[in-house]
Structure formats: C-alpha cells, structure tokens
C-alpha cells in the first residue's frame, strides 16, 4: 500500500494547485496579466493582455496596452450585461497561470458562464466561453473589440469564415529604436475567428457605449465591418442547455497575412488540458514554504510568474534565453534586454526555473569584452554602452553576487566555473577603471546617473547637476560596498572550485576596501555612512556643500559585512526611527527628514522616497547578516501590505512603491518585483 501511495504521489501533486479553485472575487490579491510561456513567445509580434474584473464600471474584458481589449457581454429578453456591475452574480477567477485565466460568472439567474483565455503564442490568443442556460427566452452572446488607444485600420468582415480581420499600428517607443531592427514591421494585420458563424455583426466610428446600447435594444446589429473603426462586435444566438463558443485572436506583421487563417484554426483546436497540467508541473517545482497566510502564498508564487513571464527564447545575438524589464505592458526602455540590476531578480527565478536563471545570465558571458567590461544593457539585438567623454558606461555590480546565490541552489559547477571566470574579469575591470585618483575607494563612472541605478531625484546627485559624469566626484559609498560584495562572493567561488590562492587574494582585497569604507565614509558624529568627495576625502564638497544626506545606501554596508556589530547597531536606531526611514510600507530611498523627501509616486525613477524592491531586498538582507531576525520579518511584512494593497486595487506588480501612501503612478509589472518572493522564501524555508 505504501509503494502504491509513493508511486501515485507525483500524479496527485499535479492533480490538484494553489493556483486552481481560488473562488478569487475582485477583491483578492491576483496578479491578472497573461502572457504566452517564454519557449512559445516572439520578440517581433508579442500580445500579453491583463484581465479586468475588478472595476464595476467596465466590462469584463481582456485589454492590451496598444492593440485593444476583447470582451463578451450577454443579452437575455431585454436584459443586458457587459459591465462588471451588470452581473447577477460578478466575475470570480477560478484558475490563474502565466498564461492560462478561467473565470466564472452569471450574467442572469440560471445563466452560469464559464469563460476561460489562453495565451497559446505571442501572436495568438484563445478565448472559450461556455454558457449553461436553463431559461427559455432568447439569449444571445456578443464579442466585442474595441481600441481606446489608436482607431482600427482596414476592417473587413469575412463572409465565408465568419471573422474578422483589422488592422493597426504598433507605436514606436523613445529610447527603443524599432525602426533600426531589421525584421521589424509597425503595421499589425489580425484575425479574430470565432469557432461558429456569428448570427449578426456590426462595427462602430467611435468607441464608446453607444455599441452597447444597439447590442441591447436590437436583435441583429448594423451589419457593416468594414474601413476605419472605432470598435466591432459579433453575437452568437444561445440555445437552453449547454452552449460553448471559442474565439481565436491572431495577430501578425504586414506581409504575413496568409498566417492568419490557418494559425487561427489550429488554436480553435487546441486542447487546454494539456497547458493546464505544464502549468502545474511547472509551480510544482517551487518550494513550498510555511506561509504565513493564503495571501503571502500567492504573492509567492505570482512574484515567481511575473520574473519568468518576462522571457524570450534565443534569438538575436543571444544563444540562451533573455529577460525584458516587461512584456505587458511594453515599456520603451526596458524591452531592450537585460542589466545587472534587474538580474537581482534571477536570485527569485532560480527557485522555480534554475535553468532560465542561469541561462540567463550566461548571455552577459556571451557579450562580455575581452577586458573584462561589460554593457550597462545587453539583448537579443541590442548592446548599449551609453558612452560619456569616451568612458563606457557599465550597470551596478550585482553580477557575481547574483551568480553565486543561483549556484547555491543549483549546484551546478559548470555554470559556477563560467561565472567564475566571467566575474573575475569584471571585478578586475571595475577595479581598474572605477578608481581614477588610485586610492582604494570607488567612483561611479560613464553615464553615472544610469551606472548607479538610481537615476533621477537623487538627493546627491542634484548637487552636482545635471552632467551624466558629474557625479563621479564623489568616492562611491554604494558602489564601493556593491564591490566588497563582489569580491566576497568570488571569493566563495574560489574556494568552491578549489581555487585557494585566488580565495585568499579576494578576500584580502575586500577586506581592505571595506577597512577603507569604514575609515573614511563611516561619519561617528551621525552614526550613518555617506559618500565622501573624491578630493576633499571628507564629507563636504570643495565648495562646502553637505554630502550627509542619509540615503537608503547608508545600509549597504550592512547587506556586504562590512560594518561591525557596534556600527550596525548605531545604523538601526536610523533604521528603525518612524521619522526617517521606519516608513508605513518599507524603507524609503531617502530618509524622510530629508528636506528633499517625497513619498508620492508620481512617474518613473524617483529615489528621494519611494520605496524600490531591489534596495529593500539588500536591506532585509542586511538585517539577516547581523541578526535582526524580528525586524526583517517586519519589514517583508510592511513590503507584503504594499504589494497586496496593489493586487487588490489594480491586480498588477509596480516599479516603484510609495512609503507612506498607496496612490501610485507608476510603471506596471516590473520584473525586479519577483525579489520579495526570495525575500518569502528566506524567511519562511525550512533553515
């Protein structure tokens, strides 16, 4: 009997999930965007689209970021839902996966609604609606596409098939030149086939409700799709009983129009069993931990989704597979490729996917130069150095760092020896060309609002101006620890490999570096650690301007061993102080008695409050190192509440989050938000 329940363990772990029967109403925690899985997905032509249910005023639809949203609405006699708060009984998610949605609703009493949306491929969407009906009036069901964004180009209603076909423009990005990718084409040609021919059809100039009134007041709708147009819509007459009706949704380059038809067809086919168990497969490979609730365990696994949903396969230059900053929506920036910075988030994807996170990584190995540089941003078809005065800019050096928190959980020396050898050429690299006057200390150099990562409101930083390089003057307190770091961890990988000589000579180096930062950056009067200028070597510039301004990084000694146990007991009275950085959800970039504070989250790229994951992950990681096991805990839980107060209210993952408020304008699903799934995962594992 034993042997038969060992035998039949696996099958029942992929039988049932903590991401099926959730029963989640539009109130709960729920990341809602779906895209296709990284080995199905296509840098060109790629659609990911996020699933609203959750505002009473709009449909149940599935938007896009420019290409517009799909939604069904339901009409019984002369009842008619679109709208969330049409609904008899409103939208409940009962299966979320990466890429796979299952949503139950009822528009009308004893009129029960299965809906479920698949992202099979970048170009191809798959919406299955299954209506169970035990009335007798008439019921019909809509399909409507609409575009706030940019007006639909050249619709056609297709007679023979029953579907649809338009046209729009995919928008250009600044600081993302598509127009120099050879293979690139702005122009989008779709398809949208239903799995029956519709019983009416109707398209719209403008986009607005007037098309739900016609959908509710008429039983067939105008009959004409065709030219330029705001929206469009198809019903489907219902029968009593059991009805299901798939929608296929393809989308292609201009001059690739004959795929449309027979790609459509073959996901009107698909059997979605068969993603539903790789989705399950795929969350079994995550640890599970002790959670403290059903929220953190969400938060758990959908901050591990959102790291590997990033993710293309091979192309370009690249031989593994690379990471964007987001697919959905597309940001300009950030879908040039990968930097160190958001890499951090590979310590998070390892513990469900260690083969992409190495992967991953080994495509910095690919494109590293023979000196030991590497580019501030690397991608499939892009390499960006960001020159200044003939410097090349470099990104923030978590790289060997990262490299080896992945080693410890895969264990893999083949990848450890690559990274070794990689890492050790970037170290010396930056070591050599990162100390201009040649004293020990470090200083951001190229373009370093960008090199430094935090580039924009940095209370330092404005002293000096707006000049890329200005901020060079001063030796380094956060790039300096971020390399102690490194040498540390390629120290590890030394004596890992057998390497002793290397090991002794790394930890020698570190060493002195960090006697230096504690010589000269560590302020006694203040109890904090600051930059000094690299030519007063005090912490005043020659003009006597103050660089005491207590920024997060004043804790990154604490992340890299290098203060001592009095030190770090001195920086947790700041730590802890509600006035300066013991903030409602986390620790602020800047303390908040600094003049120069704001906690509001306003745009892209403040550091002079808002709270960031990469530099909380540091700080929590800090806190780890010296003991404080209870104030970590309290800071993953003041991390937790700012993360899940933005699931509830707009079901996405932020860039940025704001210490004190939960008001946000900010860029969506950022990948580096993955890292408070490690920052669970420490906390919660098995020690």
Same mark, same amino acid.
């Given at each position: 009997?034993?042997?038969?329940?060992?035998?039949?363990?696996?099958?029942?772990?992929?039988?049932?999930?903590?991401?099926?029967?959730?029963?989640?109403?539009?109130?709960?925690?729920?990341?809602?965007?779906?895209?296709?899985?990284?080995?199905?997905?296509?840098?060109?032509?790629?659609?990911?689209?996020?699933?609203?249910?959750?505002?009473?005023?709009?449909?149940?639809?599935?938007?896009?970021?420019?290409?517009?949203?799909?939604?069904?609405?339901?009409?019984?006699?002369?009842?008619?839902?679109?709208?969330?708060?049409?609904?008899?009984?409103?939208?409940?998610?009962?299966?979320?996966?990466?890429?796979?949605?299952?949503?139950?609703?009822?528009?009308?009493?004893?009129?029960?609604?299965?809906?479920?949306?698949?992202?099979?491929?970048?170009?191809?969407?798959?919406?299955?609606?299954?209506?169970?009906?035990?009335?007798?009036?008439?019921?019909?069901?809509?399909?409507?596409?609409?575009?706030?964004?940019?007006?639909?180009?050249?619709?056609?209603?297709?007679?023979?098939?029953?579907?649809?076909?338009?046209?729009?423009?995919?928008?250009?990005?600044?600081?993302?030149?598509?127009?120099?990718?050879?293979?690139?084409?702005?122009?989008?040609?779709?398809?949208?086939?239903?799995?029956?021919?519709?019983?009416?059809?109707?398209?719209?100039?403008?986009?607005?409700?007037?098309?739900?009134?016609?959908?509710?007041?008429?039983?067939?709708?105008?009959?004409?799709?065709?030219?330029?147009?705001?929206?469009?819509?198809?019903?489907?007459?219902?029968?009593?009983?059991?009805?299901?009706?798939?929608? +296929?949704? #393809?989308?292609?380059? &201009?001059?690739?129009? /004959?795929? *449309? !038809?027979?790609?459509?067809?073959?996901? $009107? %086919?698909?059997?979605?069993?068969?993603?539903?168990?790789?989705?399950?497969?795929?969350?079994?490979? +995550?640890? #599970?931990?002790?959670? &403290?609730?059903?929220? /953190?365990? *969400? !938060?758990?696994?959908?901050?591990?989704? $959102? %790291?590997?949903?990033?993710?293309?396969?091979?192309?370009?230059?690249?031989?593994?597979?690379?990471?964007?900053?987001?697919?959905?929506?597309?940001?300009?920036?950030?879908?040039?490729?990968?930097?160190?910075?958001?890499? $951090?988030?590979?310590?998070?994807?390892?513990?469900?996917?260690?083969?992409?996170?190495?992967?991953?990584?080994?495509?910095?190995?690919?494109?590293?130069?023979?000196?030991?540089?590497?580019?501030?941003?690397?991608?499939?078809?892009?390499?960006?150095?960001?020159?200044v005065k003939g410097r090349k800019t470099t990104s923030a050096p978590f790289y060997s760092?990262?490299?080896?928190?992945?080693?410890?959980?895969?264990?893999?020396?083949?990848?450890?020896?690559?990274?070794?050898?990689?890492?050790?050429?970037?170290?010396?690299?930056?070591?050599?060309?990162?100390?201009t006057n040649k004293n020990g200390l470090l200083e951001w150099g190229g373009h370093v609002?960008?090199?430094?990562?935090?580039?924009?409101?940095?209370?330092?930083?404005?002293?000096f101006g707006k000049q890329p390089d200005a901020p060079g003057q001063v030796e380094a307190?956060?790039?300096?620890?971020?390399?102690?770091?490194?040498?540390?961890?390629?120290?590890?990988?030394?004596?890992?490999?057998?390497?002793?000589?290397?090991?002794?000579?790394?930890?020698?180096?570190?060493?002195?570096?960090?006697?230096?930062?504690?010589?000269?950056?560590?302020?006694?009067?203040?109890?904090?650690?600051?930059?000094?200028?690299?030519?007063?070597?005090?912490?005043?510039?020659?003009?006597?301007?103050?660089?005491?301004?207590?920024?997060?990084?004043?804790?990154?000694?604490?992340?890299?061993?290098?203060?001592?146990?009095?030190?770090?007991?001195?920086?947790?009275?700041?730590?802890?102080?509600?006035?300066?950085?013991?903030?409602?959800?986390?620790?602020?970039?800047?303390?908040?008695?600094?003049?120069?504070?704001?906690?509001?989250?306003?745009?892209?790229?403040?550091?002079?409050?808002?709270?960031?994951?990469?530099?909380?992950?540091?700080?929590?990681?800090?806190?780890?190192?010296?003991?404080?096991?209870?104030?970590?805990?309290?800071?993953?839980?003041?991390?937790?509440?700012?993360?899940?107060?933005?699931?509830?209210?707009?079901?996405?993952?932020?860039?940025?989050?704001?210490?004190?408020?939960?008001?946000?304008?900010?860029?969506?699903?950022?990948?580096?938000?993955?890292?408070?799934?490690?920052?669970?995962?420490?906390?919660?594992?098995?020690?």
């Amino acid at each position: 009997m034993r042997r038969i329940l060992f035998l039949l363990l696996p099958v029942l772990l992929l039988a049932t999930s903590p991401m099926e029967n959730l029963h989640c109403s539009s109130f709960c925690p729920l990341y809602t965007t779906y895209i296709a899985a990284p080995e199905r997905s296509d840098y060109f032509v790629d659609e990911g689209y996020h699933f609203v249910y959750y505002l009473d005023n709009k449909p149940v639809s599935l938007s896009t970021d420019t290409s517009g949203e799909i939604f069904p609405g339901f009409r019984l006699g002369k009842l008619f839902a679109v709208k969330v708060k049409d609904f008899y009984k409103k939208p409940v998610v009962d299966i979320s996966y990466p890429d796979f949605l299952q949503v139950k609703m009822e528009p009308f009493p004893g009129v029960k609604v299965k809906m479920r949306f698949f992202v099979w491929t970048s170009r191809t969407g798959l919406l299955e609606i299954n209506v169970r009906s035990s009335e007798r009036k008439e019921l019909l069901l809509y399909i409507f596409y609409g575009n706030e964004y940019q007006r639909i180009k050249r619709a056609k209603y297709l007679n023979k098939e029953g579907g649809v076909t338009f046209y729009y423009i995919q928008p250009e990005k600044t600081w993302f030149q598509q127009k120099t990718l050879r293979g690139f084409v702005p122009e989008r040609a779709n398809l949208l086939l239903p799995s029956v021919k519709p019983f009416s059809w109707g398209g719209y100039f403008i986009y607005d409700e007037r098309i739900f009134s016609e959908a509710s007041s008429y039983n067939f709708l105008n009959g004409s799709i065709d030219g330029e147009l705001g929206a469009f819509a198809l019903s489907f007459k219902l029968h009593p009983g059991n009805n299901t009706i798939r929608i +296929a949704r #393809v989308t292609v380059q &201009k001059g690739q129009e /004959e795929e *449309l !038809l027979p790609t459509a067809k073959k996901a $009107l %086919a698909l059997k979605l069993k068969r993603y539903i168990r790789e989705n399950r497969r795929l969350l079994s490979k +995550a640890p #599970v931990l002790r959670f &403290k609730n059903r929220d /953190e365990r *969400l !938060l758990y696994i959908q901050a591990l989704y $959102l %790291a590997r949903q990033q993710f293309y396969p091979p192309t370009g230059q690249f031989p593994y597979s690379y990471y964007v900053f987001s697919r959905e929506p597309t940001w300009s920036w950030g879908h040039e490729g990968q930097v160190f910075h958001e890499s $951090l988030s590979m310590q998070s994807l390892v513990l469900m996917d260690p083969q992409l996170a190495m992967n991953s990584q080994k495509n910095f190995m690919k494109v590293q130069q023979s000196d030991g540089y590497l580019p501030y941003r690397v991608g499939a078809f892009f390499t960006r150095t960001f020159p200044v005065k003939g410097r090349k800019t470099t990104s923030a050096p978590f790289y060997s760092w990262t490299n080896w928190e992945i080693y410890r959980i895969t264990k893999d020396k083949g990848f450890l020896r690559k990274a070794y050898r990689s890492g050790k050429a970037f170290a010396e690299y930056i070591l050599k060309t990162r100390d201009t006057n040649k004293n020990g200390l470090l200083e951001w150099g190229g373009h370093v609002w960008l090199e430094c990562v935090r580039d924009g409101y940095n209370a330092v930083w404005e002293i000096f101006g707006k000049q890329p390089d200005a901020p060079g003057q001063v030796e380094a307190l956060d790039l300096s620890s971020m390399m102690v770091m490194e040498m540390r961890s390629l120290e590890k990988m030394a004596r890992e490999l057998g390497l002793k000589r290397d090991a002794a000579r790394w930890k020698s180096r570190a060493s002195r570096l960090s006697y230096l930062i504690n010589k000269y950056m560590w302020d006694p009067e203040t109890g904090f650690y600051y930059h000094v200028h690299k030519n007063t070597m005090t912490f005043k510039t020659p003009d006597g301007k103050s660089l005491r301004r207590k920024e997060i990084i004043g804790f990154l000694p604490m992340w890299a061993g290098i203060a001592s146990k009095r030190k770090a007991k001195r920086l947790m009275k700041h730590l802890l102080n509600p006035a300066e950085f013991w903030r409602r959800y986390g620790v602020p970039t800047l303390s908040a008695d600094d003049p120069y504070y704001n906690p509001a989250v306003l745009s892209c790229c403040r550091w002079n409050g808002p709270v960031w994951l990469t530099w909380e992950f540091l700080v929590f990681k800090g806190l780890l190192n010296y003991g404080y096991i209870r104030e970590a805990e309290q800071l993953l839980e003041r991390l937790e509440d700012a993360m899940l107060i933005q699931l509830r209210k707009n079901h996405r993952f932020m860039e940025s989050y704001s210490p004190d408020y939960t008001v946000l304008y900010s860029p969506k699903n950022y990948i580096w938000d993955t890292l408070i799934a490690r920052m669970i995962y420490d906390m919660r594992r098995e020690k």
